[in-house]
């Protein structure tokens, strides 16, 4: 201490530690005079360059997250009855769509925590409230500041394609946005047009598998109308690699319900 306090000016002598109540650091008390007058203080350089960094990483989050809904709000449709899409509104008909209720609900408030489990497929026919449920958690980890994003297949592919053609924003872009999001939501997996170019893999394979791959370990949402199986043969060649990417770390939920669309769906 004597040692640091000489070298150090005279204006500063430190004259004891205190243990920040924060972070558990511990932190110098510094004697020092200020406009003629001794003061003593004693900041936390750990808390303060952890709310720097707090900042920094808020501050590109906001950025991507702006950045996603400008590339997807423009492009990608979403249905007017989704946009007020939460958990209240969801009715389940029967027991299948109220476990898929709570299965979800459960998702959102444990999205925090969720560690080698941490993404869901909801597999069901149409009409069953897939999409609902998971614009539902869209939603509600969009308002606890998480960057999600909602597209469906169709109009990933799409969004790709006009890329080429556009200039507000690159193929890049848009896979770096799918590839940083905190939750990525694929609607409607295999409801894509992939036609197979004479055996080879199609350009909407590929990217599919990009995106998937880019992905894999992160937490994501699929829903299809399809079974693995189904869709691994939709996607040809590249199939059984794109639904076992898909399912690493991720639990199906089966939705089974009448053959209809639901009341508000
Ligand atoms: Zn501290």
């Given at each position: 201490?004597?040692?640091?306090n000489?070298?150090?000016?005279?204006?500063l002598?430190?004259?004891?530690?205190?243990?920040?109540?924060?972070?558990?650091?511990?932190?110098?008390?510094?004697?020092?005079?200020r406009d003629?007058?001794?003061?003593?203080?004693?900041d936390?350089?750990t808390?303060?360059?952890?709310?720097?960094?707090?900042?920094?990483i808020?501050?590109?989050?906001?950025?991507d997250?702006?950045?996603?809904e400008?590339?997807?709000?423009?492009?990608?449709?979403?249905?007017?009855?989704?946009?007020?899409?939460?958990?209240?509104?969801y009715?389940?008909?029967?027991?299948?769509t109220?476990?898929?209720?709570?299965q979800a609900?459960?998702?959102?408030?444990?999205?925090?925590e969720l560690?080698?489990?941490n993404s869901?497929?909801f597999?069901?026919k149409?009409g069953?409230?897939?999409s609902?449920?998971s614009?539902?958690?869209?939603?509600?980890?969009?308002s606890?500041g998480?960057?999600v994003?909602?597209?469906?297949?169709p109009?990933?592919?799409?969004?790709?394609?006009e890329?080429y053609?556009?200039n507000?924003?690159?193929?890049?872009?848009?896979l770096e946005?799918?590839k940083n999001a905190?939750?990525?939501i694929?609607?409607d997996?295999?409801?894509?047009?992939?036609k197979?170019?004479?055996g080879?893999?199609?350009?909407?394979?590929?990217?599919?598998?990009?995106?998937?791959?880019?992905?894999?370990?992160k937490?994501n949402?699929?829903?299809?109308?399809?079974?693995?199986?189904?869709?691994?043969a939709?996607?040809?060649n590249?199939?059984?690699r794109?639904?076992?990417?898909m399912m690493k770390?991720?639990?199906?939920?089966?939705?089974?319900?009448?053959?209809?669309?639901?009341?508000?769906?």
């Amino acid at each position: 201490m004597e040692a640091l306090n000489t070298m150090i000016s005279s204006n500063l002598k430190i004259i004891g530690n205190r243990t920040c109540e924060k972070c558990g650091s511990s932190v110098p008390i510094i004697q020092t005079i200020r406009d003629g007058r001794t003061v003593e203080v004693s900041d936390c350089l750990t808390c303060d360059s952890n709310r720097v960094q707090d900042e920094a990483i808020r501050f590109k989050k906001d950025m991507d997250q702006r950045r996603g809904e400008i590339i997807f709000k423009k492009y990608s449709l979403i249905p007017d009855h989704l946009k007020n899409a939460n958990f209240n509104n969801y009715e389940p008909v029967n027991e299948s769509t109220s476990n898929a209720k709570k299965q979800a609900i459960w998702y959102a408030n444990h999205f925090d925590e969720l560690r080698d489990e941490n993404s869901l497929l909801f597999q069901g026919k149409y009409g069953v409230g897939k999409s609902h449920l998971s614009y539902a958690i869209a939603n509600y980890l969009k308002s606890d500041g998480k960057v999600v994003l909602f597209v469906s297949m169709p109009d990933m592919l799409n969004l790709l394609r006009e890329s080429y053609s556009k200039n507000d924003f690159s193929e890049t872009d848009i896979l770096e946005v799918c590839k940083n999001a905190d939750l990525l939501i694929l609607d409607d997996m295999g409801a894509e047009y992939v036609k197979l170019d004479n055996g080879k893999e199609s350009w909407a394979v590929d990217k599919i598998f990009t995106i998937v791959n880019s992905r894999m370990d992160k937490p994501n949402i699929f829903t299809t109308n399809y079974t693995s199986r189904e869709l691994a043969a939709k996607y040809g060649n590249h199939g059984g690699r794109i639904v076992s990417r898909m399912m690493k770390g991720t639990k199906p939920i089966k939705i089974d319900a009448p053959d209809y669309r639901l009341k508000g769906w």
